[in-house]
């Protein structure tokens, strides 16, 4: 589903107090920045933004970090952030392959995957998000405990996603292929998920930990 161009995000964008405008120099100091001792959060491909705008409200010990490489998402994300601003919560507008210049290794605790675009030709598979490259950077910025969380509605996404998490050494710890079959209000709907959830589709969910490398 491709998003209309909104021609007054590039503007809004330039000054937004919710957008970080130069990530890389919060590198190493996110949790001081957001003001906070718990863990830290980063949702890869945000969309809107509603998800981590929901889950910082919902875990205000804990940080947020929406990134979007989208122009028009951004600035729909931003507005959102500063129209109700939240102490735990900002976002990035860029693009997710840079994720090393942006955090420090171990710096994340829990890296949110929901909905990602599926790139279902095979020339185009280095753009999925849980494609080895992607996931060689997970590994360096999470912490030793930390966790991917995955959500999807596309099947051949998630079949993709488990074999590269598990060639890539993450351990999983829990699983779901109609997740919102029970109640989950300790997590979010995100924009996406709800428009699969009304039209009746399964929710496929998978929770990875960093685990040991074979050669660590
Ligand atoms: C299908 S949408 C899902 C949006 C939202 N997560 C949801 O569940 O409603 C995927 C989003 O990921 C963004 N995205 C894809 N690749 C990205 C990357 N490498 N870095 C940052 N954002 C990315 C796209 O621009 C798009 O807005």
Known sequence: MRMRRLKWAEDYLKTSPSRMMEPEKVKGRWKRKLKTDGALHVEIGAGKGSYSHDMARMNPEDGFIAIEKNESAAGMISKK??????????????????????????????????????????????????????????????SEEGEIWMKTDNSSLFEYSILQMLQAGFELIDFSVDYRRDEHPEDAITEYERKFMEAGNPIYRSVWKKGRRKND
């Open 81 to 142: 952030y500063d129209e109700s601003p939240l102490p735990n919560l900002k976002m990035i507008y860029g693009d997710a392959t840079d994720l090393r210049n942006w955090f420090q290794n171990r710096e994340a605790d829990i890296i949110h995957l929901n909905f990602s675009d599926p790139w279902p030709k095979r020339r185009n598979a280095k753009r999925r998000l849980s494609s080895p490259a992607f996931l060689d950077q997970y590994r360096d910025i999470l």
